[in-house]
Every structure is written in structure tokens, then in C-alpha cells.
């Protein structure tokens, strides 16, 4: 009956503000746009476009599976980007109008994956290779929105083709190379052919990751994860030169852009950034960037460029200084929780692999990044007096760090054995509590210069996966994965209440009133609970698919949000139990999500990297 009702009412949009994200993994996904205002990158399911003088932005949704490769028209009215997908089905590859921000066409063809795009100089073509389980190139008719042929990319003794560049000037010709294999191919219109011819380079063998052509189709260059550049003639399909003969490039060649005014702009698996000529390709500037570089784009003729790295940094560079600016950041691994500071919307926090970020809300700017290397940060916790940041790692370590300085203040060794899961601390500063892989929840005495274990309680089997403390700081709730949630007495430091559900507890909540909590997890279930016998008072149905991993209730407890699997962000009425606005936005699983101090905004974190923040949608 419940079902009945709550699909008859209408569920709202919720309203986009921003996003925090790039793949930096893609190779050459950063692009910008012919008319030097907006840069298109793409992120999990989505391609986004985003002015560079406003950071205005707007989403390109219609793919159904994490964004491959991205690519621009000369003319700048399309743009088509191709998707993965699961091995024997068909990948997409969209066809956007730039213009009206909507899709064209889609064309399917190749299987498990689009491996790169590239359209024709004068828009007429668009040509795209299938990745290894596909293998053959396709040209499309951009304005038929058909395939005219397609046929084996590589020969069988080589291996798979990976790039493709389009002529500088004809319609005709491109390049596509890869493992072995380079080949300049003749489209006949006519016969509706492509003809290949394979490029000799003599004893040479290498395996090539980027590719790009002259614009007057002279010559064209091609990196190689060997750390050297191949300069091929088109017309001769022979190799005119390669370099550098002594220092290579440290960890490949991963992007190249010839400029207009001759030269080469180089980026390395290194990070290093280059401006060099041919044929000695020798350093004329060089530039250390952080994160393998993947994608290099010019702004106009090249006077001034983007660079985007694999950890997921946006640099803008100026060609004659030769300085770059971090112009955007995000993380490069799932995010695994979001935290605001007590009764400010101004900063979050979120933590990821490797690091703990604090960023402005309304700038979407990194204010602060705390690093630990190899390592991941399960969950973090402000403290209430906003001196220090208490973060959960997978060492089996807590690590409490300065918030404006990152300076590190304490660690607690060996607080859990299986990694440290879960954290929270309590209004009076001095306690923290801590859950761990193994089940255990640990209460830790904090004061000036010492950290002590007060009280190990032992009842969870499996690992708590969130902790949440009463206000008045003695109680605290517990979920767990092994399908309990534990409502502790913090006085007496034992086990008051005992709720069993068969799921595994992602999220629980107080209702800011205290007398019922709400869980969810892996069976898609929410549930409300008396606090005082545990006993169940109703459940809604929070998904149609995929568990929930995130929830958050306001500081009125009317209305609480919930962000799991299925990639959508629901706000529910307490009460009623029924939806009132769904979010779509996000192309990866929701770890995380908070509602803001004073209900501005809505923020969630996902496994793709991205961060998302939602205009709240009732007057607060």
C-alpha cells in the first residue's frame, strides 16, 4: 500500500548548484572549446562544460557508463563523446549539439569500448576506434548521423590502435596508431572505403600513446611510452626524424600539441611539461606539474593552454612565461566522507584516498590538502571547538590534524586492528570514538597532550560503518555491516540497545529529538527505530536498486536526505515517509552526504571523485 502512494506523488528536481570533478584519467579529456571561454572534461557518466571566466556550468547526461574520450569540432557546434561498457555490449557514442547543450544522435557500434574520436576539419566526418575487444575504426557522416564504412583498425601480427588525429586541412585522410602500429588511411566517398597504408619506421619498434598533426598536414608527431617523439611524413609514410636521442621522457610521452608557430608542446607520465623542437626535441622550457599529464589543450592560437594531469589538476599555463596556475582540483579517487565544521556552511571537508581536503562552499575552491601517502582516509570528524580534524585510516591509525594549517597534532597507533572505519567525536572536545574493521568501538579520552583508551566495547562482528553521538553526549548509536546497529550508554561504557535487520548498516541518524534513529544499508530499507526498546516502528522503501550509503537528517528533523547506489540524492519528509525531491547528477555510487548548517545546501560525495552540492530546497 505504501508503494501505491508514494509513487502517486510528484517528486521535484532538485536543483544542481555545482560540481567538484574531473577524470583526469582519460586521456586527452580536457578540451577547450574554439571560442576560448568554456573547457569540456568529462566526469563518470557525464561530460561537462564549464566557463572558464564564470565557472558557469552545464552537464551533457546520456551515457550509461563512464566516459571514455571526449572530442571538439573545429567549428566548435559539436561535440561527441564515447562511453565504456560491459564486454559484448555496444558503446554509445553521443552526439552533442554545443550550442543548445543537448543530444544529436547516437551511434552504436563498437563493443566494450570508444577508445578515441576525431571529426574532420570541416565537420564533415567523424572518425572513432573501438578499444581491444572492438578493434576497427569507423567513419560517421556527421550530418547523415550514419556510419559510411568502417573496417580493422591494426593488421593481425601488430597490436590494437589507441589514438587517431584528423588531417590539419582535408577531409579525407587521417592517422590512427597504437601497439606497433601506425597507419595513414585515404577515405574513398564513392566506394565507401578506407584504404590504409602502413608507416615504416625501420628498426624502430614502439608503442605509441599520443599522436598530433601539424596544421598544414606537413608532418605528424607521435609519443611513445619508450619516452621518445616520432615525426612521420604523411605523404611519404616515412620517418622523417625521432628524439630525443639521449634523456627521454620519464614514464612515456602521454600527450603532445603542435603549435602553429612550430614546436611542440610535450607532457610525460612524469609530469613534466616541455616546449621543444624538432629534430633534437632538447628542452626549451620545462615545467614539473603534479600527476602524469594526460591532456594538453591550446586556447586559441597557443599564446596561452590547459593542462590536465591524472590526480585530477586543471593548470593554466601562458606560453611566453611559462607559469602555471592550478585553476581546478578534485580528488582522483572514490571520496569516502564529507563533513561539515559545527554551525558553519562557509568550509566542508572531505577525505579520500590518500588525502583530507578542505575546500570554500560557495568558490568551490581547495582551501587545504593534507596528505599521508599510501594510505586511505575512511572517515573524518571536525571537532566542535574547530581546532582539529580527527581522521580515520586504513594503517589501524588516528590522526588528528590542524584545520587551517594541516599541521599534524596526534596519533593514536594501533587503535583498531583491521584499519579504523568510522569516527565521530563529542561536543565537549573531550572524547572521540572510534568503530574498526574488526567490530570493536573504541572511546578514546582526549585532553591537552595525551590521548587514552577508556573503553573497548566489544559486541559487532564486522565493521562499523557509522557512528553517531546524542547531543548531550551520553549515548551514541553504532551501524555495522554485520547487520546490527548498538545503542551504547557512553556513562556506563555499556550496551544499552541491540536493533537486528538482515542487511549490512551503511548509515544511521538520530532524530534530532532523540527517541528514534533512522538506518539503511545494503537491503535498500529505511528504517525507523524506538530508541528506548529497539523496536522497528516502520520501514520505507529508500531505492529501487543498490544499497544506501549515505544519509542525513536537518537540525528540525523534518525533513532528512539519503544518497546511495543508484546514484540519486533523495530528500524524504520525516514524517510522511514519502520523497519530495530526487537529485540527478551524479555517475558514480554515493558514499557520503551531509546536509549544511542552517540548510543551505545539500552536499554528497561519490566513488567516481565528485563532489556535488545541491541547493537546499525548502526556505530554512
Known sequence: MENQISSKTVEAELELEAVIGFNGHVPTGLKCHPDQEHLIYPLGYTVLIQAINTNEQNFLHGHGNNVSCVTISNSGLYIASGQVTFMGFKADIILWDFKKRELIARLSLHKGKVEALAFSPNDLYLVSLGGPDDGSVVVWSVAKRDAICGSAAAGLNVGNATTVTFSGCRDEMFVTAGNGTIRVWELDLPNRKIWPTECQTGQMKRIIMSITMAHDDSFFYLGTTTGDILKMNPKTKLLADAGPAKDKFSLGVSALKCLKMGGLLVGSGAGLLIFCKSPSYKPLKKLQLQGRITSITLRGEGH????????????????????????????????????????????????????????????????????????TCHSIDFMRDGKSIVSAWDDGKIRAFAPETGRLMYVIDNAHRIGVTAITTTSDCKRVISGGGEGEVRVWQIGCQTQKLEEALKEHKSSVSCIRVKKNNEECVTASTDGTCIIWDLVHLRRNQMILANTLFQCVCYHPEEFQIIASGTNRKISYWEVCDGSVIRELEGSSSGSINGMDITAEGVYFVTGGSDHLVKVWDYNEGEVTHVGVGHSGSITRIRISPGNQYIISVSADGAIVRWKYPFAS
Not at 594531469?309 to 606560453?319: A, L, P
Not at 572514490?334 to 562557509?346: K, L, N, R
Open 304 to 375: 596561452q593552454f590547459f593542462v590536465g594531469t591524472e590526480e585530477s589538476h586543471i593548470y593554466r599555463v601562458n606560453f611566453t612565461d611559462f607559469k602555471e596556475t592550478l585553476i581546478m582540483t578534485c580528488h582522483f579517487e572514490a571520496v569516502q566522507d564529507i563533513v561539515f565544521p559545527f554551525g558553519t556552511a562557509e568550509l566542508f571537508a572531505t577525505c579520500a584516498k590518500m588525502d583530507i581536503r578542505v575546500w570554500h562552499t560557495v568558490s568551490n575552491r581547495e582551501l587545504l590538502r593534507i596528505t599521508v601517502p599510501n594510505m
